[in-house]
């Protein structure tokens, strides 16, 4: 009877102790994480002028995407066709014809038409004006782009140094009390608006560079359907 009562307090010490060693653990919350619309916030002022920028590179982007798009699609029986009526003296038809096309080549022969019985070089320059006229259209908007590409990482750049600024001024204010919670909202600012402009910069740079290969396509068909013009009012007449 003494040996069981023995055993029986030896287990109870063993159990106190496995629980002394072994304390019952406490779940710990993992950390809250942070999301874009966060980070965006703790940016500031500055943040919001990106985000407007990114609203307008999309914009025009897209926009441009579908006109440049739009302008270089082409008949490509266009030119055997305006040869066709002209040699024929169909010029209304021919007029017409281009009017239908609507496309920045279409009217650049359309004028060049219109200037038949007129000296070759007065031709060729209503061509080239209303080519320059029609290249401007398809450029509209990617100055602003350009100028986003660059004023973007320019504007982060901004941002972390007035990010700084503030965190150097809550820390002189502090005193002797300095807390790294002082420092978090200028740093935040700081590191967040160049990640922003840097981001909006690079997207700007390559739709800039997009948009622009689009647009020499575009000018290469306009290119080689005015010399193809030029060439046919330079045939010898068949007799």
């Not at 060693?21 to 916030?41: G, Y």
């Not at 100028?147 to 320019?154: K, V, Y």
């Amino acid at each position: 009877m003494n040996t069981l009562m023995l055993l029986a307090q030896v287990a109870a010490n063993i159990t106190d102790s496995l629980a002394t060693v072994n304390p019952v653990l406490t779940p710990v919350s993992a950390p809250a994480e942070m999301n874009m619309l966060d980070m965006a916030v703790k940016g500031g002022w500055i943040m919001i002028i990106l985000g407007v920028f990114s609203i307008a590179v999309f914009y025009i982007l897209f926009e441009r995407i579908y006109m440049i798009r739009k302008a270089g699609k082409d008949d490509p029986m266009f030119m055997d066709k305006i040869k066709d009526y002209i040699l024929s003296g169909e010029i209304k038809s021919a007029i017409n014809y281009c009017r239908t096309m609507n496309t920045p080549s279409a009217r650049m022969i359309e004028k060049g038409i219109s200037r038949l019985g007129r000296p070759v070089n007065d031709v060729q320059v209503a061509i080239e004006n209303v080519g320059n006229l029609e290249v401007t259209k398809l450029e509209k908007g990617l100055t602003v782009m350009a100028t986003i590409s660059g004023g973007a990482p320019m504007l982060g750049f901004l941002g972390t140094v007035t990010g700084m600024v503030r965190a150097f001024y809550e820390m002189a204010n502090a005193g002797n009390n300095i807390d790294i919670t002082l420092l978090s909202g200028g740093i935040y600012e700081a590191m967040i608006t160049t990640v922003g402009g840097l981001i909006v910069g690079i997207i700007a740079m390559f739709a800039y560079n997009y948009l622009v290969s689009l647009v020499d396509g575009v000018v290469n068909k306009m290119e080689s359907k005015t010399m193809a013009f030029m060439d046919l009012l330079n045939e010898p007449v068949k007799k």
